[in-house]
């Protein structure tokens, strides 16, 4: 069975620091790996995926995330962090395209001023 | 191009009550699938269409159950609400199958309130 698990529910940066949100992995088969964002009151968008092409994938909003098979890890990095970073975001794994997204419980990213 | 669309955004039922819930898909998309979000179990798959058929499950009792149209569109149902079935509900859509399926687009939800 696949799981997520994402370390930190909450995660505290200053505006201009480096954001850094893990997520962990387990899966039977090379899996397929999202990050997707939630503001508040909205639905999910897709930050960035990974379907087995580069490690490194770039995101939209200027986020990536290293698949690194080693470690069975996803993590999720913006060099610099914005105040409209604020939201909350969740790392999600197939299997393949006919199963469903298992999702981790979800990180909150707070910006300070 | 349209994105997902939910509707109701927000709705307030009494215990006992049933409810519908719908969702249209992006244009195209033949995939939809449903999730409960609440603060203690986080996002749970509930179930999946691919043209017309129920194609994933998840761990949810009998009084959710769903449907889609030949149109993609996909309503879901709950039968004799609780109190913790009080939720947002998320719907996707995708492409279709395979790797195209990868790509879920998600809707704003709807805000189930049980009373």
């Known amino acids: 069975a696949q799981s997520v698990t994402q370390l930190g529910s909450h995660v505290s940066v200053s505006e201009g620091a480096l954001v850094l949100l893990r997520c962990n992995y387990s899966s039977s088969v090379p899996p397929y790996l999202f990050w997707y964002v939630q503001y508040p009151n909205q639905g999910l968008q897709l930050l960035l995926k990974y379907t087995s092409a580069a490690t490194l994938v770039k995101g939209i909003n200027g986020f990536e995330a290293e698949f690194k098979k080693s470690e069975t890890s996803f993590h999720l990095t913006k060099p610099s962090a914005h105040m409209s970073d604020a939201a909350e975001y969740f790392c999600a794994v197939s299997n393949s395209g006919n199963t469903p997204l298992v999702f981790g419980k979800g990180t909150r990213l707070s910006v300070i001023a | 191009k349209a994105g997902v669309t939910q509707t109701p955004r927000y709705l307030i039922k009494t215990r006992g009550q049933q409810v519908t819930l719908s969702c249209s898909p992006i244009s195209g998309h033949r995939s939809v699938s449903w999730y409960q979000q609440t603060p203690g179990q986080g996002l749970q798959f509930l179930f999946e269409y691919f043209s017309e058929t129920q194609r994933n499950k998840g761990n949810f009792p009998g009084r959710f159950s769903g449907r889609q149209f030949s149109n993609s569109r996909s309503e879901m149902n709950v039968s004799t609400l609780e109190l913790g079935d009080s939720a947002l509900y998320l719907c996707?859509?995708?492409?279709?199958?395979?790797?195209?399926?990868?790509?879920?687009?998600f809707g704003q939800g709807t805000r189930l309130t049980v009373v």
């Open positions: 996707a859509s995708s492409p279709g199958g395979g790797l195209s399926n990868t790509e879920a687009f």
